[in-house]
């Protein structure tokens, strides 16, 4: 078993639009790296990647548009995100697809986002929050990928990848 979730990975006009962020190292704020940055779909926690394929395989992923912003946010007070709306439907697909495997789907309502630095307890994050990031891309592919941790933080890997309707 693996530790997996179900992503989409933002095309290279949307990191670029996320690179020209302000992104000065501060005292208690890791920005990570562009190679990390996706959308997370449906966490599923350690589970079999043939079960997923197999899931995901059956699933009628629906077409969508993905819109990156308005402006850079924070998630609680740990987490400075990309807000991306536009996903709701096709996350709902793919955790009705793979309800029964990994960990149980969350219960909150879905909040599509790009993470793109981790906040240390107590720690001011400046420049970056605010700052605008408007871009949309259509969603041509679901990528199931594979987390494991190092002391350096996450390596993700593409286990496979499925596409979506075509619009």
């Avoid at 599923?44 to 990647?49: M, P, S």
């Avoid at 079960?51 to 993905?66: G, Q, S, W, Y």
Wanted: glycine share 6%; charged share 30%; hydrophobic share 45%.
């Amino acid at each position: 078993m693996a530790r997996l979730f179900v992503a989409v990975w933002p095309p290279d006009p949307v990191v670029e639009v996320l690179r020209a962020l302000p992104r000065k190292d501060q005292r208690g704020v890791r920005f990570l790296p562009p190679e990390r940055w996706h959308v997370t779909l449906r966490f599923l926690g350690e589970a079999k990647a043939d079960d997923v394929a197999d899931a995901l395989e059956r699933a009628e992923l629906p077409a969508a548009t993905a819109r990156v912003g308005p402006a850079i946010d924070m998630l609680g007070t740990r987490s400075v995100i990309a807000p991306v709306r536009g996903l709701d439907e096709l996350a709902a697909e793919v955790t009705a697809a793979t309800a029964d495997i990994g960990d149980p789907p969350a219960r909150r309502t879905y909040a599509g986002h790009i993470t793109i630095a981790r906040v240390k307890r107590g720690a001011i994050v400046r420049n970056v929050v605010g700052s605008r990031c408007d871009a949309d891309f259509d969603v041509e592919r679901v990528a199931l990928v594979e987390s494991r941790l190092r002391p350096t933080g996450a390596e993700y890997a593409t286990v496979a990848a499925w596409p979506t309707a075509a619009r």
